[in-house]
């Protein structure tokens, strides 16, 4: 089946400092990906929808300019968390949308932020 | 009101039981169905994809009522593995709009 490799799977990071995480699709294009947080026992939160060559598009209450996305090419997304704080502390996991499939979302592995 | 809603259990059932879960979506121009699997601190994997006509695959059988706009998945013979949340996920409006339930967590003791 297709995967989708998500880097780094932990990191651990000061307070103020940016984090960048890496969504990459290996054995297919992904024109869309989207990025989700989740919180202990709670669901996966939608984030932001992330389109190739074009911006992204943010859920509510999501702020774009902390959380910044860059989709550059058909198997890349990267999330940024700017000067990260103690509450940005969570799990972060894209999925992808290969085209030409009915809908069916491949994950990352996650990756687990911690922010001391 | 929530797109998608799920019982979030937890569901503990011995091992050999049958175990039912439904999940209820609001959008009835949804348009693809799933059934997702997540251990604990994992990503989500695929289940199975929930087709109109109903869908089975070993012991997972996967239904879907459009005029009651839910989905159902029936695990028969639970084994130990079974142990996870199951998320329900809604493709609703348009190709990339996903909606996923909060998941039902099941515990299958031996």
């Known amino acids: 089946g297709a995967v989708v490799s998500q880097h780094p799977s932990w990191v651990i990071c000061k307070s103020g400092t940016s984090v960048k995480i890496e969504c990459r699709s290996l054995d297919f294009q992904a024109t869309t990906m989207f990025w989700y947080r989740q919180f202990p026992k709670q669901s996966l939160m939608l984030m932001a929808t992330s389109n190739e060559g074009s911006k992204a598009t943010y859920e509510q209450g999501v702020e774009k300019d902390k959380f910044l996305i860059n989709h550059a090419s058909l198997t890349l997304s990267t999330l940024t968390v700017t000067s990260a704080h103690p509450e940005d502390s969570s799990f972060y996991i894209c999925s992808a949308l290969a085209g030409g499939r009915t809908g069916e979302l491949f994950f990352g592995e996650g990756s687990r932020l911690t922010v001391l | 009101r929530k797109e998608v809603e799920q019982d979030p259990g937890p569901f503990n059932v011995p091992e050999g039981a049958t175990v039912a879960f439904n999940c209820t979506y609001s959008n009835s121009a949804s348009q693809s169905f799933f059934w997702y699997r997540q251990d604990c601190r994992k990503e989500p994997k695929l289940l199975m994809s929930?087709?109109?006509s109903g869908n089975e695959d070993g012991r997972f059988t996967a239904q879907l009522n459009r005029a009651s706009q839910y989905i159902s998945l029936l695990i028969r013979d639970s084994k130990l593995s079974d142990s996870a949340t199951y998320l329900c996920?809604?493709?609703?409006?348009?190709?990339?709009?996903?909606?996923f339930g909060s998941g039902t967590k099941l515990n299958v003791k031996p």
């Open positions: 929930v087709y109109s």
């Open positions: 996920v809604v493709n609703a409006y348009n190709f990339n709009k996903f909606y």
